[in-house]
């Protein structure tokens, strides 16, 4: 429920791994301490401070939009470091107005508490260091990271407040968002939204208006991007309105978060934020026992999940998965019904177990404070990418490309013994795994209850969707009689097996259009080549494993095969958005021109995709580690100019140079008047030279 952009946990994830050269420039972090010495046993304060260049800013714990700010501590053996203690944050919008999250700008301290052994020395230094690591934003988003130290004496002595951060420490400290006895607060809510009702206790209360409140919800169940209304009571409380997400949890039985005011809390204009968990009941109370669920709640939405899953069959992402089954069940028709019914039967067990063990991650990792949805496993682009060169495997297997073995592949023309029976199984889990991207009708509901309710009410759930996708296999295989309707095996069946191919390179373009939207663009190049290698592979495996083929020519081609698949998972295998990379801005003469006027070295690169010199140049070039290192230094500007589709600027640009094609790479050096002109084929060496 806290949202992310663009494909949500994945592009986290990424951005939580990057380090992108010169990306820290737009907010500096370091460690600061509240008092000058530690002393043995005594927890002390120490905060992370961003300073934020004008109208940039960083997120809060629950960002809205965006990823919140986070810390990851080294600290010596017996210590330990509590949470990040967030202030009171603020909408934050963009030129437009627009809001965009929830955050800070300017000049940041978010404060956290130390605590050292109680048999530390006295009279000697520690350090502690911690891995910091931000969202920063103003029109575009930049991950920012930084590995920050702090070394400060140990003392017998009391502690001293530091002379430079020290007062501005607790003062943050002060204003930290709090329960306020002052004030009652109390909550109710329908569908569409949360009603917060606060009140002063007693009368006397501080004046103040409606205007300048505003409720950040901490785990994301009110919508940060639409409008609060908020209107004052007639009795020195407040009455706010808060509009609810389309995918927050129906049953939801607390509000919690914080609730700014511009005015302060405090008649003296202190506490800018009050902290909220109010039980949702009736209006003006306190706390309230939660409604107990509709009649038949939980029996509904069983039903919904049956229905769904066994919609399930017809979605698209299922269907060519499904098509193997049922080509398994065509090859077994003629057969003895026995084994039919017993292919059906481990085909959704293979379905059920898939569910459960899907069910239990989802359980772990909502334990430990995930927020994870139906497919969240398509978030990963290391998954989508091995998930899409299993479906191209099996698509090249239906196209008669190779045929593995049954006990390898769990699928092909014959199920017969425990081979196929282990083939039923594994192609019951392939279901489940093609099936979590595709939310059928009926299914959202159950799944939105599955991911909300208690865990064995969840298991429940899955559970009865696992039967509804099953079902059509276990009906078949309990009535055998009904295979008799199938056609009976024959020189069709090929052409039918190779025409189910189709839908599985289908769902290989998907997964890998998926993918185009959680890498970059020279990763996603590489995840194109990587699936290449994957199809050589398997076409060498069948090449030299043909029916009849010596057991040295099958060694060669199984040695091939196992080689080729892992140079294509060590060509594609995706990499995090951003890392070992730089970042680029999009050239323009004006961009050159600011840049010029701030005295920075400005790098500028024309490429287009159809450009196969280019390509090759940015791998070879801005993946080493010394021109990345040099171009932090130096804080060099990188700019590109894109001429895959025409752009007149451009072109007129190359022209200026008497050039008319890509790739074309220039630098901008501080007191020059003309660019430095590097060749077309381009060498790390070349490009330390000209900054330089």
């Known amino acids: 429920m806290k949202r992310t952009p663009g494909p949500a946990l994945i592009f986290a994830l990424a951005l939580l791994a990057s380090v992108i050269p010169g990306a820290t420039a737009q907010v500096s972090s370091s460690l600061v301490a509240a008092d000058s010495s530690i002393q043995p046993g005594r927890p002390f304060t120490v905060a992370l401070r961003l300073v934020h260049k004008p109208h940039w800013h960083s997120y809060w714990i629950n960002p809205g939009t965006g990823l919140p700010t986070t810390l990851k501590w080294s600290l010596p053996a017996g210590w330990s470091a509590g949470e990040i203690q967030w202030p009171a944050p603020m909408v934050l919008t963009d030129s437009r107005g627009t809001v965009i999250g929830n955050g800070y700008d300017g000049d940041l301290l978010l404060p956290v508490t130390i605590t050292p052994p109680a048999d530390l020395k006295a009279d000697a230094t520690a350090e502690i260091a911690a891995a910091a690591e931000w969202l920063m934003c103003l029109e575009e988003c930049v991950p920012g990271s930084a590995k920050l130290s702090l070394t400060l004496p140990v003392s017998a002595a009391p502690p001293q407040p530091d002379p430079v951060f020290g007062a501005r420490i607790r003062m943050v400290l002060a204003q930290l968002p709090a329960a306020d006895p002052a004030w009652t607060v109390s909550a109710t809510r329908d569908a569409k939204s949360a009603v917060l009702t606060i009140q002063p206790v007693g009368a006397g209360g501080p004046s103040r208006t409606?205007?300048?409140?505003?409720?950040?919800?901490?785990?994301?169940?009110?919508?940060?991007?639409?409008?609060?209304?908020?209107?004052?009571?007639?009795?020195?409380?407040?009455?706010?309105?808060?509009?609810?997400?389309?995918?927050?949890?129906?049953?939801?039985?607390?509000?919690?978060?914080?609730?700014?005011?511009?005015?302060?809390?405090?008649?003296?204009?202190?506490?800018?934020?009050?902290?909220?968990?109010?039980?949702?009941?009736?209006?003006?109370?306190?706390?309230?026992?939660?409604?107990?669920?509709?009649?038949?709640?939980?029996?509904?939405?069983?039903?919904?999940?049956?229905?769904?899953?066994?919609?399930?069959?017809?979605?698209?992402?299922?269907?060519?998965?499904?098509?193997?089954?049922?080509?398994?069940?065509?090859?077994?028709?003629?057969?003895?019904?026995?084994?039919?019914?017993?292919?059906?039967?481990?085909?959704?067990?293979?379905?059920?177990?898939?569910?459960?063990?899907?069910?239990?991650?989802?359980?772990?990792?909502?334990?430990?404070g995930s927020q994870l949805g139906w497919g969240f496993q398509l978030q990963s682009p290391a998954f989508v990418f091995g998930l899409a060169a299993a479906m191209l495997a099996f698509a090249l297997n239906m196209s008669g490309v190779f045929e593995f073995g049954l006990t390898a592949t769990g699928i092909g023309s014959?199920?017969?013994?425990?081979?196929?029976?282990?083939?039923?199984?594994?192609?019951?889990?392939?279901?489940?795994?093609?099936?979590?991207?595709?939310?059928?009708?009926?299914?959202?509901?159950?799944?939105?209850?599955?991911?909300?309710?208690?865990?064995?009410?969840?298991?429940?759930?899955?559970?009865?969707?696992?039967?509804?996708?099953?079902?059509?296999?276990?009906?078949?295989?309990?009535?055998?009689?009904?295979?008799?309707?199938?056609?009976?095996?024959?020189?069709?069946?090929?052409?039918?097996?190779?025409?189910?191919?189709?839908?599985?390179?289908?769902?290989?373009?998907?997964?890998?259009?998926v993918l185009a939207g959680q890498v970059p663009e020279a990763g996603f190049l590489a995840v194109m080549f990587g699936l290449v290698l994957v199809a050589m592979a398997v076409w060498a495996y069948g090449r030299w494993n043909a029916p009849g083929a010596s057991p040295g020519r099958a060694r060669f081609g199984t040695t091939a095969c196992v080689v080729l698949l892992a140079l294509g998972a060590w060509t594609g295998w995706p990499v995090a958005p951003g890392a070992g990379e730089l970042v680029w801005e999009k050239w323009s003469p004006e961009a050159v021109e600011k840049l010029r006027s701030e005295n920075r070295v400005v790098y500028v690169d024309f490429t287009a995709r159809w450009c196969a010199t280019c390509q090759a140049n940015k791998r070879l070039v801005f993946h080493s580690d010394e021109v990345l290192k040099r171009f932090e230094e130096r804080h060099v500007a990188a700019l590109r100019g894109d001429w895959t589709n025409k752009d007149p600027q451009i072109t007129e640009e190359l022209a200026k140079y008497h050039r008319a094609a890509v790739p074309f790479n220039l630098v901008w050096l501080p007191g020059r008047v003309d660019p430095v002109i590097l060749p077309e084929i381009l060498s790390p060496s070349d490009v330390l030279d000209a900054i330089r």
């Not at 098509?323 to 379905?351: C, E, P, W, Y």
């Not at 979590?436 to 969840?458: D, H, I, R, Y």
């Open 414 to 513: 014959q199920l017969q013994s425990k081979s196929g029976l282990l083939g039923s199984f594994l192609t019951g889990a392939l279901a489940t795994v093609a099936a979590t991207p595709c939310a059928a009708p009926f299914l959202a509901p159950a799944l939105g209850a599955a991911l909300a309710l208690s865990t064995v009410e969840s298991f429940a759930i899955f559970t009865v969707i696992a039967i509804g996708l099953s079902a059509p296999y276990l009906l078949l295989s309990a009535f055998p009689a009904a295979v008799k309707v199938l056609p009976r095996p024959g020189a069709w069946m090929e052409t039918f097996k190779q025409a189910m191919a189709f839908p599985l390179y289908a769902t290989v373009a998907y997964l890998v259009w």
């Open 210 to 368: 409606a205007e300048g409140l505003h409720f950040f919800s901490e785990d994301g169940t009110i919508a940060s991007d639409l409008p609060q209304k908020a209107v004052s009571d007639g009795k020195g409380g407040f009455v706010l309105t808060l509009p609810v997400t389309s995918d927050g949890p129906g049953d939801m039985v607390r509000l919690k978060g914080v609730l700014t005011s511009s005015q302060g809390w405090h008649a003296d204009g202190s506490l800018p934020g009050i902290t909220v968990n109010a039980v949702f009941g009736a209006a003006g109370a306190a706390a309230a026992t939660p409604a107990a669920p509709a009649a038949g709640g939980l029996l509904g939405t069983l039903v919904l999940a049956f229905v769904g899953g066994l919609i399930l069959n017809l979605m698209p992402c299922v269907f060519p998965v499904l098509g193997i089954k049922i080509l398994g069940f065509v090859n077994q028709a003629g057969s003895d019904r026995r084994k039919v019914t017993l292919h059906g039967l481990v085909f959704a067990s293979g379905v059920l177990v898939s569910f459960w063990v899907l069910a239990g991650i989802l359980a772990v990792l909502r334990a430990g």
